[in-house]
């Protein structure tokens, strides 16, 4: 990445769930310290552009298009190496895990091997582990 180029670059970005086309050519470039919205009512494909640009779309989701990381395209890497690049994707609401840090949150999915271990070991011991049946 030049000093100048975006962080984020996305061109071209269409994703279709079977038949339909959920998403149609989106664009978004983000550069250092930009905070960027995108808005929309439901069902319009911000879940679906987010999920995407992650790499983590459900199996019926099929994406083409650009997802260019601190200069390095991802769009065919896997989404746990586009974590391990420093991308993350915080979801709302219930797949949050409300009794940790925002920041804890952030850093959940990082996969060096003691955030691993402490992931597991908080999923065990902690009260949300009914929802995991460990
Ligand atoms: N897994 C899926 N399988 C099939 N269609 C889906 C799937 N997920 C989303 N869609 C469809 O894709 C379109 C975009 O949905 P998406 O969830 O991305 O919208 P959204 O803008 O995030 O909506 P909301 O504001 O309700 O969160 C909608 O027509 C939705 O029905
Ligand atoms: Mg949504």
């Not at 050519?25 to 905070?35: D, E, T």
């Not at 298009?65 to 769009?75: K, L, N, P, R």
């Amino acid at each position: 990445m030049n000093a100048t180029g975006p962080i984020l670059d996305v061109n071209a970005l269409s994703v279709r769930y079977g038949k339909v086309e959920a998403l149609h050519n989106a664009a978004i470039k983000v550069r250092a310290g930009q905070i960027v919205s995108v808005i929309g009512p439901n069902g319009a494909g911000k879940s679906t552009l987010l999920n995407a640009i992650m790499g983590a779309l459900p199996p019926t989701g099929h994406a083409k298009g650009a997802v260019v990381y601190q200069g390095e395209d991802v769009s065919a890497v896997a989404v746990e190496k586009r974590v391990s690049r420093g991308m993350c994707l915080v979801p709302e609401k219930r797949e949050l895990f409300a009794s940790m840090t925002v920041e804890d949150n952030l850093v959940l999915a990082r996969t060096d091997a003691s955030a691993w271990v402490s992931a597991i070991f908080w999923i065990r011991w902690s009260p949300c582990s009914s929802f995991f049946r460990v």
